[in-house]
């Protein structure tokens, strides 16, 4: 972490950083956090790599087969895309409680790198590698099954499908300073799993019985999947969509900012 350790120092923490250096240092974080994802294999295959080849899979029908209001092709291309960003997305978790083990977030406070920053500059660089296999998988849905779309329909599902995860970026800063990255693997293969079957990605909610479905569209995963596909269909997820996923993340940003400042008072 040698790269990151040269964009972050500047001042100590006996002297408070002007605003400047401290939004330099920030911008440096990030842009340093975002060149090691992308030296990060492991974590291109399953974001980038993986939702092209499970859309591949999945999406193979007669031109007129539908799923909900749209045919199949455009429905799974949806769904992979916020397959891939959701991987991006929650994998703040696994960098937090990582970095937590090896005492490197409290090596960053010796800099003019704040904690509020240090969180936010982890979220900030998932969100942008998040793009990544959105877009991977809307190009890949033209190459592979002729799925066509305006601009702007693909900027307003690519965009709707990321507000979407914003809920989801607070559970993984809270995921992140909860679990011990030993145990991190365990829990989050599971949790993803759980979240991709609610966000209708394996198996499309319009199959689920009545009873589930009305469970599964209380969750933000499912309105992740939801806003992007509203796009296609003209529309927008609606009032009772951004609703629900405000209320998830004032509660899941409320527990993330108390597991956070947990941490602070015991390291």
Do not use: C, H
């Not at 406070?109 to 809307?138: C, S």
């Amino acid at each position: 972490m040698s790269d990151i350790t040269a964009a972050a120092a500047s001042t100590t923490a006996s002297a408070r950083p002007p605003a400047a250096a401290a939004a330099s240092t920030y911008l440096r974080y990030v842009r340093s956090e975002i060149t090691r994802g992308w030296r990060n294999t492991r974590l291109l295959i399953f974001t980038l790599v993986m939702p092209i080849i499970l859309f591949g899979a999945f999406s193979a029908s007669g031109a007129d087969d539908r799923l909900g209001a749209l045919t199949v092709a455009p429905y799974i291309m949806i769904s992979m895309a916020s397959f891939g960003a959701m991987n991006s997305v929650l994998g703040t978790a696994g960098g937090i409680a990582v970095e937590r083990s090896l005492g490197w977030n409290r090596q960053l406070r010796l800099t003019a790198l704040t904690g509020p920053q240090y969180v936010l500059g982890k979220v900030a660089t998932r969100f942008t590698m998040a793009v990544l296999p959105i877009v991977a998988v809307f190009v890949a849905g033209d190459a592979m099954r002729g799925v066509r779309l305006s601009a702007g329909t693909y900027l307003g599902a690519g965009a709707s499908i990321l507000l979407g995860l914003i809920p989801l970026a607070a559970f993984a800063v809270w995921l992140g300073y909860l679990v011990r990255p030993e145990n991190l693997q365990a829990v989050t293969g599971g949790v993803f799993s759980l979240l991709a079957l609610a966000g209708g990605i394996w198996v499309p909610v319009e199959n689920f019985p009545t009873w589930l479905a009305d469970i599964v569209k209380l969750l933000p995963m499912y309105w992740s999947a939801q806003a992007g596909r509203a796009v296609l269909e003209g529309g927008w997820i609606g009032v009772r969509g951004l609703i629900t996923l405000a209320l998830w993340t004032v509660v899941l940003g409320a527990a993330a900012g108390r597991a956070y400042t947990r941490d602070q008072l015991r390291t």
